[in-house]
Each structure stands twice: as structure tokens, then as C-alpha cells.
């Protein structure tokens, strides 16, 4: 039997507000999703004057106790930061699969390959769906049970995706008991990211579009207010993708690396990822901000192209295919706030091609990774940015792995067998065929190991 508490976090508050500083307030439990007077997105303000009424070490010995702990919800990395994420939720409506607490390791082959003494790997793959889209979908989906038991008449939760928010959102509304429904990119999501929402029972809709058309439909969807809009543009979900920075800084015992690479499409986590390293600057954790870099595709890198021009302007594009098919957008919803963050962040973009993410992911993987193609796109960034001395040796660098690779074995058997097309398998491990004769095996063997 788990012992609930029912209360909310009592005295903590959190609304939305509109991102450019737009006069009014919005109740988190309000479906809204930009601002009404200049059509920005909102973002969550917490009262950071009863967050500082504790001061960081009491908040660091509180956060310690629930990480070892089961007391409803506060074992899971996001509501162990209850009060800092979303305090106006009732424990008992909170929908969790005990997410976050994902592991940072030292990857110290893949650092000597590269020149790195100091390169981690964030695995936010390691979590109930297999991506980090678990952190910001347990905050959305509590709320909108919370706003079902205050009475509100919402009939489902929609959004568009690049296969991982679907898995995501149709997981969190299957655990909590509301419906789902999905639109996907017809032929641009994995098979394991098409049967997530599948198997858990949403309704899936595949669209003959990229990701840019389904979102198009589903803001047209949700223009209905019985259906609320799941997609990073509602900021209910960065609040639980910032407990990454939190998480990040309390592994390395409550201090920040010099270094940060994030792979960036819609550009929702690296929002997230600096609004969670603000939060812990406001309330004295950290006096060092990292330098964050967020890495694209280059067949979907509208953000490199406005960094080459100091970001003066933005122009969306229409993203070319791309093996990092999570990050294959064009026109992504939350440009203003990584902007913003980026400027604050001494911020980089850096971009890498196909060739470039298959090999980085082959790479890792050769020194006991099994990296996603986002990851593999992040690495391969960080790699072109070590060569040009951008960052060096010494610094300590973390790599935030965005999927679990066994989303997207089927990339992988392509470039280990070599039938990925128009890409060198510069690595690869193609399985040996032959009968099951000793002296043939040995030979293999032998010359495998060159004797
Ligand atoms: C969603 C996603 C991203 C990109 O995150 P954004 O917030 O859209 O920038 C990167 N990698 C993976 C695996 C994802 O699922
Ligand atoms: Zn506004």
C-alpha cells in the first residue's frame, strides 16, 4: 500500500506567464498556450520568494532524503523537486513512473579517442519510453488529471511528434487513465516509436506530412478545448525537462561542468536545460553558468543558420531527411526561448551531417555506448568543435543522450551490415557467417585477432 499525502506543496505557487513580459497571470491549470495579447509562448514562474526561504543546504538535504526514498511521489527525479517543478499539484493526482535519476558516466575511452580527459555522457535515454521526453510528460499529464478531478471537461490529451513525445504522452495517459491521441509523420518514426503509443492503447493518427504539418493540425485540433495540446510549446513539460540542469549539478556534488552538448530540434530541452541552471544560479547553488551547445542535423538546421548570423533573425526552413529523425524540424516552436538562453549561455551551435552522426554513434558504441542518432549528432558536434580548439583538453564536458539507441537499432544493423545508403560504414562490425566448423571458426578467429 503507498502511503499518499494528499496535499499540495503548501504555500509554493507556480503560473504562467507570457515570455516577453506581457502584463497577467495564468492559473497552470488554465488551458492557454500562448500569450493573448502578443501571441508568445508562456513559461512558468515559480515564487522564487518562498523557494528562498529554505536556504540550499536545506533544500540539498531534502532533495538527498527523497532520492533514497519511496514516499509517494518524491522517489522519481522530477517530484523529489516537487516545489520547483509544479507545487500546485495533489500528490494523489500525480501520474509517475518514477522517471529521472538517470545516470551520468564517465566515459573515458570515448574522451581519450577524442582528446577529452573530462567528457560525460547524461543518459536521459535510460527512463520509462526510452527517451527524455518522460521528464517534461509526468508534469503535463499530473496537471491535466488534476484538472479532471477539479472538474474540468478535457476529453483527451493531443500532440504531434517525432516518435518520442508519443510514446511519452501515450505511456503517462495510459497510467493515468485519460486518452490519447498521437499524429505522426507517416514513415519518418521508428518501428519501436510506432508501436509505444500502439501498444498503450492511444489513438494514432499517421499523417502524410513531416512533423511541421502534423503540428500545424494538431494546434487546429486543440483550437477545441476538451483536447489539450501535449506538445513543448505548452511549458508545463520544460518545468519537468529543467530537473536535467538539477539532477546535472547535484551528481557533480552541487557544481556545474564547463561544458554542456544538447541536440536541438523543436528546442524545448535546451530551453529547459538552461532555465534549470538559472533557477539553481537564482537560489545560490551555482555561481558558474556552462557553455551550452546545442548540436543539429544538418538536414534540419534552421538554428545553426541564424547562430552563423549572430542570431539577427530567424527563418524557418523545411527540414531534409535525416537519420536523427527526432530532431527533423524545420520551423521549431521554441526559437525564442533557446535564443534567449543561448545568449546567456555563452552559447554555440554546431551542426553535423549524416556521415558524421552514423560514425560518432559507431564510435561510442565501440567504447560500450549504444548512442541514438541525436546523440550521435551531439557527439559528432562536439567533436568538430574539439578539432577547430573551440573546447579543449582539459574542460569538463557533458554529452545529454536524448534516446535509449535500442529505439533505433535499425539504423545500426544497416551500417554494421553496409546498406545504408549513400553513408561509408567507416566502422563497421559485420557479423561473420559460416558453418559451424572448428577449423574454419579458429580461422576466423585468428585472423580477427591477427595471430
Ligand atoms: C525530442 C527529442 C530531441 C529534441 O528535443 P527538442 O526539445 O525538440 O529540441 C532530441 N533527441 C531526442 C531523442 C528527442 O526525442
Ligand atoms: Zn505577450
Not at 522517489?75 to 551520468?104: A, I
Not at 486543440?222 to 519537468?240: F, H, P, V
Amino acid at each position: 500500500m503507498v502511503n499518499i499525502d494528499k496535499g499540495k506543496a503548501k504555500g509554493y505557487n507556480a503560473w504562467f506567464e507570457c515570455v516577453n513580459g506581457c502584463e497577467g497571470r495564468h492559473s497552470i491549470k488554465e488551458v492557454v498556450y500562448r500569450c493573448s495579447a502578443c501571441g508568445s509562448l508562456l513559461q512558468v514562474v515559480h515564487d522564487m520568494a518562498k523557494l528562498s526561504e529554505k536556504n540550499s543546504d536545506e533544500w540539498k538535504a531534502l532533495f538527498k532524503k527523497r532520492k533514497h526514498g519511496n514516499e509517494w511521489p518524491y522517489g522519481s527525479g522530477v517530484w523529489g523537486l516537487k516545489e520547483w517543478v509544479c507545487p500546485t499539484v495533489d500528490n494523489e493526482n500525480v501520474v509517475s513512473m518514477y522517471e529521472g535519476n538517470s545516470n551520468l558516466f564517465w566515459a573515458e575511452r570515448l574522451g581519450k579517442e577524442i582528446g577529452l580527459s573530462d567528457l560525460w555522457i547524461k543518459l536521459c535515454g535510460n527512463s520509462h519510453t526510452g527517451s527524455f521526453k518522460d521528464l517534461g510528460m509526468t508534469v503535463l499529464v499530473s496537471v491535466v488529471k488534476q484538472m479532471i478531478s477539479d472538474g474540468a471537461d478535457i476529453k483527451a490529451v493531443a500532440c504531434a511528434s517525432t516518435g518520442d513525445t508519443s510514446a511519452a504522452l501515450a505511456a503517462y495517459c495510459a497510467a493515468g487513465g485519460i486518452p490519447s491521441i498521437v499524429f505522426l509523420p507517416k514513415d519518418k518514426v521508428s518501428m519501436e516509436q510506432l508501436i509505444q503509443p500502439i501498444a498503450n492503447g492511444a489513438m494514432v493518427i499517421s499523417l502524410n506530412t513531416d512533423f511541421d504539418g502534423c503540428m500545424k493540425v494538431v494546434q487546429e485540433i486543440t483550437n477545441d478545448k476538451q483536447i489539450y495540446l501535449a506538445n513543448s510549446m505548452n511549458s508545463l513539460r520544460i518545468e519537468g525537462q529543467k530537473t536535467v540542469a538539477i539532477e546535472l549539478a547535484q551528481q557533480f556534488d552541487w557544481s556545474v561542468p564547463d561544458v554542456v552538448v544538447i541536440p536541438g530540434g523543436n528546442l524545448g530541452n535546451v530551453s529547459a536545460l538552461g532555465k534549470g541552471f538559472l533557477m539553481l544560479e537564482e537560489l545560490g547553488f551555482i555561481d558558474k553558468r556552462p557553455q551550452i551547445v546545442v548540436a543539429q542535423a544538418e538536414h534540419a538546421n534552421p538554428l545553426y543558420r541564424s547562430f552563423l548570423k549572430g542570431f539577427k533573425g530567424f527563418e524557418p526552413i523545411t527540414a531534409k531527411s535525416t537519420l536523427a529523425s527526432a530532431i527533423q524540424i524545420g520551423n521549431p516552436v521554441s526559437v525564442q526561448k533557446a535564443v534567449d538562453i543561448l545568449e546567456k549561455f555563452n552559447g554555440i551551435v554546431e551542426h553535423a551531417n549524416e556521415q558524421e552522426l552514423v560514425d560518432a554513434c559507431a564510435m561510442a558504441d565501440k567504447t560500450g555506448m549504444y548512442a541514438c542518432p541525436h546523440t550521435g549528432v551531439a557527439l559528432a558536434a562536439l567533436l568538430k568543435l574539439k578539432k577547430k580548439g573551440t573546447i579543449k583538453k582539459g574542460q569538463q564536458v557533458v554529452v545529454i543522450s536524448t534516446a535509449h539507441g535500442l529505439k533505433f537499432s535499425e539504423f545500426k544493423l544497416k551500417y554494421h551490415t553496409k546498406t545504408l545508403e549513400g553513408i561509408k560504414s567507416n566502422y563497421a562490425n559485420a557479423p561473420v557467417e559460416c558453418d559451424p566448423d572448428l577449423d574454419t571458426i579458429k580461422k576466423i578467429i585468428d585472423n580477427q585477432l591477427n595471430r
